[in-house]
Structures are given as C-alpha cells and as structure tokens.
C-alpha cells in the first residue's frame, strides 16, 4: 500500500536500484544473438567493440519502466487500478509490460483428476486391451517413451513408460530404443502382445535419426512425426508416398488431440470392471504412473494469444514438464492413424481374440476325437 516506495530488483544480482539511481548515460542495447550493441541507436559495435555499419533493420524490446514520460510510482499505480479490471489487466500486461496477454480459455485440469483414475491391473495388459501403440518424445538427453492399450470404444490404458538416457545420436542408446519398441507385454489372457505402432516425435533432435529407425522397424509401424503449425487440424495427416528420405513423415494435430484428450481426461471416473468408451485409465504402479505424471499430463491449458496481430488459440504448458501428454497425443495419433489408413475396428479386434482365445487347442482337440471324458481327456 506504498507505491512511493516502488524499487528494481536486479534480475542478474538481486540488488535494490531506486529509479533516481537509474543512470542511462552507460546503457547498452545488446544483441541476443549476435552480442552486437549500441548505445544511441546511430552508432553500432560487434561483440569484440568494433564499430560495424548500422543493420538495415532492428528490433527492440522495451517496457515503461525506461521511458522518460512516467514514473515508477505511477506504474504501481496504474498496476493496482488495472487489478480492479480484467480487461485494464490486460491493457497494463500488453502495453506497460510490452508482454503478450495470455486469456485461459477453459479451467485448468487438476492432476488428481487422474489420480483419481488409478486401478488395478490383472496383467501387464488388461483383459480388455486388444491393441497397443506407442509415444516417443525426443530430448537431447533422453527418449520417453509411453506404452498404451486400447480398447473398444477407444477406451484407453496406461500400460508403460520407459525413459531411454544417453545422447540420441548414439547407436547404444538407440539399441535400447529398439529393445522398448520390441518390447513383449503380457495379457490377461495369458498370451504376449507387442506394440503395433509407434508415432515418434522428430522435433528437437536431428530428424535423420527417427527416419534410420522407421525403416529398421518397417516404415509402417514406426512412423515419425511433427506437429502442426496450424490450429486445427486433424489428429493425424498421413502423406500417401515417402519422402525424399524414404519414410512417411506424419503431421499430427496437436492442438485438436489435446482438446480430444483432455475432455476426456476430465470425464469421471467409472469402476474398472465396467467397459467406458472414451474412458482413461492408470495403472496402480508408481513406476508407470505416479503424481508426477499425471501432473504432466496436465501440465498445459488452452490460452488466447495476440500473435500477429490475430488472436489464436494455442495449449501453453507455461514452462511446465509435459512429456507424459506428449506421448499420449502420439499413441493416440498412432491409434487414429491405424483406422484411418488401416481400418483398424477395435470392436472387431476384440470379438476376434475372444474367438481366437476361446478356441480349443490341437491338444484339446485330440482328446475329444479319441473319445476323452466330455470330449477332452483327464
């Protein structure tokens, strides 16, 4: 309740500077890419101090804090008068701070939302699961990968997550990559399931590396991806030929997964022996899934942003982790891709496998046509 009292807290080393302290005189404008700087905007320096001709153009970066017109005072003031107002709120951040205002569009998912989701599992894979896909995020340190099954209805389960460490431009890292995506799961039935298909992110890491490991697992079961750069497109946009680099590089819609994902994400819960469509499940394993997951999956909301000069709406993660929703939207792309290009029918699948798991053995029925006890011997 002072405004009179308003001071700058250096960023770089915390130390408190009064705005009648505040000496222009040696300031310089520097560069953050190249390190060239000036001091008046007419004469110009390289990093190393060497007077270089003017750029043809320049962008500056400033808030009110520097102009000569106002105070610091009155900013505060003009702060607490724009607290009073959403829409003052957003004339204070856009124009006094020179940042972008950012508007939730919708409510923020709570991460105990999925907590709340956890159920036990008989097996590795739960009876129900009768198709598994894959996620794998790329980091120049790691690779995250996300193992999930789907069921009819698109009902969705949480089966693994595996974290790869190592550089991704190392074959011994790969290897292990491979290992995760051969990886054999159990079934409730008793029988093994492997990951039918994988969507694996090329983007912050060289794309040459995913395109090697698509052709080695065959082109279409690992297929790479990269985001949209538009809003609104679909889930997944597979090209009909290869690229020059002989793989299939899919666009996944990002911004249309999340919306589809996070409705329902925050749909409530149901009781794990009752087939859901559209329901998502985790399992009761802190090693898959714990509090730290569920606030990745989480981790973003939808914003209005000015970009532009239009206004679009973009999911914002607000610097927070995200890996976890990253590879859910690419197991789920890799799932919509299967119907869309394979006409995958999980209903379909289903009834088949229960066929498949109900059918007598050679064993079976063996005994019945020698004439064993109920057709099958003791």
């Known amino acids: 309740n002072k405004p009179e009292s308003v001071f700058y807290l250096c960023e770089h080393h915390g130390c408190v500077i009064h705005q009648s302290e505040l000496d222009q005189s040696n300031g310089r404008w520097i560069c953050e890419n190249t390190g060239m700087w000036t001091r008046d905007g007419l004469m110009f320096f390289s990093a190393r101090g060497d007077e270089i001709p003017p750029p043809r153009s320049i962008t500056f970066h400033i808030w009110t804090a520097y102009s000569p017109f106002t105070t610091w005072v009155q900013i505060v003031y003009d702060w607490l008068d724009a607290l009073k107002d959403p829409n003052g709120l957003k004339t204070f951040v856009n124009t006094t701070l020179g940042e972008t205002w950012e508007e939730a569009v919708g ?203 239009k206004m679009r709406l973009l999911w914002d993660n607000k610097k927070r982790r995200n890996e976890a929703l990253d590879c859910l939207v690419y197991a789920y792309a890799a799932l919509r891709v299967s119907v869309q290009r394979w006409q995958l029918d999980l209903a379909v699948l289903a009834k088949s496998r229960e066929e498949e798991t109900t059918r007598p053995t050679l064993k079976e029925l063996a005994a019945k046509l020698s004439g064993g006890v109920n057709g099958y011997s003791r």
Not at 133 to 160: C, H, K
Not at 188 to 195: F, L, Q, S, V
Not at 246 to 269: F, H, N, Q, S, W
């Open 107 to 309: 409510e923020k998912l709570d991460h105990q939302v999925l907590m709340d989701k956890v159920v036990r599992y008989t097996a590795a894979v739960p009876a129900r699961v009768v198709y598994l896909t894959a996620g794998i995020d790329s980091q120049r340190n790691r690779f995250e990968m996300y193992v999930w099954g789907w069921a009819p209805g698109e009902e969705a389960f949480l089966v693994d997550k595996i974290i790869i460490m190592g550089r991704p431009d190392e074959e011994e890292t790969l290897l292990r990559v491979d290992a995760a995506i051969n990886k054999k799961y159990r079934h409730a039935d008793g029988t093994e399931m492997t990951i039918s298909r994988v969507c694996w992110d090329i983007g912050g890491i060289d794309g040459e590396i995913v395109y090697q490991r698509s052709k080695k697992h065959g082109v279409f079961r690992v297929l790479p991806v990269k985001g949209a750069s538009v809003y609104g497109k679909p889930v997944i946009t597979m090209p009909k030929t290869r690229n020059q680099r002989g793989v299939y590089l899919c666009e996944v819609g990002t911004d249309t997964a999340k919306e589809i994902l996070y409705a329902r994400m925050k749909a409530e819960p149901t009781p794990a022996d009752e087939a859901t469509s559209y329901a998502i499940r985790f399992p009761d394993d802190p090693e898959i899934f714990s509090q730290t997951e569920a606030q990745q999956l989480v981790a973003e909301e939808l914003v209005e942003k000015w970009e532009k000069g």
